[in-house]
């Protein structure tokens, strides 16, 4: 039983193309009417004028049967690119579509006459002797015919191109999404032991001294790698939801540098349901603190600021450390962090973004990441596919 309902299950690819030819067909013989009909009313205006009137069922199916029968083989037609592609050889095709157009011609010739005979409808005056008792055939029918053919050929053909070159745009993004997501996963895979390895530093740091906020630190651990666990295999999230996993860092350095750490977050709410990419604050905001909080004794300010801009999401975070020598500025660019960061942003934007670690005027500096606004809703409703990392 199990066996013979596989034998009858249709694979999906199949079952897309019976519909498509299906819905090829309903078009073509609604297209086929339509024609008949005006032909018709042609047809019967002038057979009045020549004072030879005609029933309108005559007149219809005068001309409508022809392209009717034309419709009937609507799905042998649709079969010729399948089964003669012209990748092989010109000759080959055009030989094969020469014998089928011909055989296809004279058959319909045969059907339409002997359609119309039966139903007593005179065909057009004799040029040429057909096969007796199926009325006169032209030349004109014969060579129309054959153009009919080959109008409805190279429409096939074209169709049939035109959704190979889509199928092959597809695979082409689908395995480019593929590309990206394997080097996101590296790039993720490099930073977060990074990440971990300097809060794990920090807790062993403090228990000999203060194991109350070691313990509250590893409590805050705790949640951040659930709330990281939460958006594990996602490439972007929304900024409020980044927002999230960066506040929970935080938490924890204000609790290693307790007095010695000022933070300020302005992101305006209209930014919030835009998407960045995932893991993209806390590298940032890591290498601010690495850089101006930890090797001073005073107290240090960093600033989280996002807001938008000309059609794009400007990130920054500043600090109002000492800044850094040229040298010392190229080195911070290279960090793990910040290295990461920077290949992500091309993997997911290409060109469309832009990235700086620079010294401000004021003393400190400023990691900077401009990229295109991306609204959540825009995402779910595109066609796209999706980069996720595994």
């Known amino acids: 039983m199990l066996n013979g309902v596989r034998a009858l299950a249709i694979h999906p690819a199949e079952g897309k193309t019976f519909i498509r030819r299906f819905r090829v067909i309903g078009i073509a013989t609604l297209l086929a009417t339509a024609i008949g009909i005006v032909f018709a009313m042609q047809y019967a205006a002038a057979a009045r004028t020549a004072g030879q009137p005609v029933t309108a069922w005559t007149a219809f199916a005068t001309q409508a049967v022809p392209w009717y029968i034309w419709v009937l083989f609507l799905p042998i037609i649709l079969e010729i690119p399948e089964r003669w592609p012209a990748s092989p050889g010109i000759a080959r095709l055009a030989a094969a579509n020469i014998v089928l157009g011909v055989s296809l011609t004279f058959l319909h010739l045969v059907l339409s006459h002997g359609i119309l005979h039966g139903f007593d409808a005179r065909p057009q005056p004799i040029v040429l002797d057909f096969s007796p008792g199926l009325g006169p055939v032209s030349a004109s029918q014969v060579t129309g015919g054959l153009m009919i053919y080959s109008v409805l050929v190279g429409l096939t053909y074209m169709e049939h191109y035109r959704r190979a070159f889509e199928a092959s745009a597809l695979e082409s993004v689908q395995l480019k999404a593929q590309v990206v997501t394997a080097e996101l996963h590296s790039l993720r895979a490099q930073l977060c032991p990074h990440f971990l390895f300097n809060t794990l530093n920090s807790v062993c740091g403090l228990i000999p001294g203060d194991p109350e906020r070691a313990e509250l630190m590893i409590a805050k651990l705790s949640q951040l790698l659930r709330q990281a666990l939460q958006t594990d295999g996602i490439a972007e999230v929304t900024l409020a939801k980044e927002l999230e996993f960066a506040c929970a860092y935080l938490d924890i350095e204000m609790i290693r540098y307790e007095d010695r750490l000022r933070i300020a977050i302005d992101v305006g709410d209209d930014a919030r349901e835009y998407i960045v990419p995932s893991f993209l604050l806390q590298p940032l905001l890591e290498n601010a603190i690495h850089h101006a909080v930890a090797p001073s004794r005073s107290l240090r300010s960093l600033e989280l600021a996002v807001h938008l801009s000309a059609g794009t999401l400007v990130i920054e975070v500043r600090d109002d450390g000492v800044g850094l020598v040229p040298g ?63």
């Open 328 to 390: 010392a500025l190229e080195r911070r660019r290279e960090a793990i962090g910040l290295k990461s960061t920077r290949a992500k942003l091309e993997l997911l934007y290409g060109a469309s973004f832009s990235f700086s670690v620079q010294n401000r005027p004021t003393g400190g500096v400023v990691a900077r990441v401009v990229v295109p606004l991306r609204s959540a809703t825009a995402r779910a409703d595109a066609r796209d596919p999706q980069v996720q990392v595994a």
